[in-house]
């Protein structure tokens, strides 16, 4: 840590010229006494700091000293400075990593002026931020390729099933991988039964262990993603239902389907002289659709299956006769 925080002292008087100590103390949140040792420190590893005191003093380096930092191309320390600190990597604990080696870069290879280029919001509109209390504790294990003891919250009955094992309790796992998805973390670990995928909001607690473990070799993170995310959209259960719908609701099909809507669209018949269309959805169950299709009102109208259909003309009754008994 020590190591860290005298390269960062560095960095910061080349990159800002003349500082007070409070200032370099206030940026790395240590206290000014440990900034004072620190620069002691770099002197004697044959850095040239400079400290004058009394008013318009401060500490810099000596005029022409320029840290070294060799092998990066100007297109490369750009491309490295590009994003800033995405906030994916300030979950993960690495943000003030991150900011050293930026100020590294753009002090020493050049680059932007330090002002992100590029913003990574990776949450969908309106979609939920789920916590994630143990995600540091999970990146610390991957890192030092140590096992972990996690306790895994399996979803309830009622939760469709994204990750992980059916049965809760303790576990101890070799962590492999964490993969952000739309704004949720997952982890990739093998465990007793083998390699496995465990939504990270549902750990409970995790412990790094002491002992180490053998990354398998060869192993490729996005590979895997890749293949387990097409094999976990193909087990999905599919119900197909055929509507008909009219030019406004075909309109909205877009928003309330998103990217779904184009397939269906794409694959319908053509229009009516009313502009209506049969378009055949797909739902992961019956209440699913119920729920989704009965927004649109007389808009749209189920063909097939007849059970979905059934289910929602009976839930446009129960609608009305709320409505009727509250009125009355």
């Given at each position: 840590m020590r190591a860290d925080r005298l390269l960062s002292l560095v960095l910061l008087l080349q990159a800002r010229g003349r500082t007070t100590a409070q200032a370099l103390a206030a940026e790395l949140e240590v206290s000014v006494r440990t900034v004072y040792r620190d620069l002691d420190a770099l002197v004697a590893a044959g850095v040239p700091v400079l400290a004058e005191s009394g008013p318009g003093g401060g500490c810099r380096l000596m005029d022409g000293y320029r840290f070294p930092l060799r092998g990066l191309r100007p297109d490369e320390a750009e491309a490295l400075l590009i994003l800033g600190v995405p906030g994916v990597l300030r979950e993960l604990g690495l943000d003030r990593a991150v900011d050293a080696a930026h100020r590294q870069i753009r002090v020493t290879a050049g680059g932007t002026d330090g002002a992100p280029l590029v913003h990574l919001d990776l949450p969908r509109w309106f979609g939920s931020q789920e916590e994630a209390p143990c995600l540091r504790d999970l990146a610390r294990a991957l890192r030092s390729r140590h096992r972990l003891a996690v306790s895994y919250r399996p979803p309830d009955?009622?939760?469709?099933?994204?990750?992980?094992?059916?049965?809760?309790?303790?576990?101890?796992?070799?962590?492999?991988?964490?993969?952000?998805?739309?704004?949720?973390?997952?982890?990739v670990a093998v465990d007793s039964a083998g390699l496995r995928v465990f939504r990270v909001a549902r750990i409970a607690s995790a412990r790094v262990l002491a002992e180490p473990f053998e990354r398998p070799e060869g192993f490729d993170l996005a590979a895997f993603w890749r293949q387990w995310s097409a094999e976990f959209e193909a087990s999905r259960p599919r119900l197909p239902v055929m509507v008909r719908a009219s030019p406004s609701a075909l309109a909205a099909f877009g928003e309330v389907f998103g990217q779904a809507a184009g397939p269906a669209l794409a694959a319908a018949l053509p229009p009516d002289e009313h502009g209506w269309r049969m378009v055949t959805l797909s739902f992961e169950h019956e209440r699913a659709a119920v729920g989704r299709l009965a927004g649109f009102g007389d808009q749209v109208e189920v063909l097939t299956p007849p059970s979905v259909r059934t289910a929602l003309v009976a839930t446009a009754r129960l609608i009305l006769r709320r409505y009727d008994a509250a009125d009355g």
């Open positions: 009955d009622a939760q469709p099933r994204v990750a992980g094992p059916r049965a809760a309790g303790p576990r101890v796992v070799e962590p492999l991988g964490l993969v952000n998805k739309a704004g949720l973390w997952y982890l």
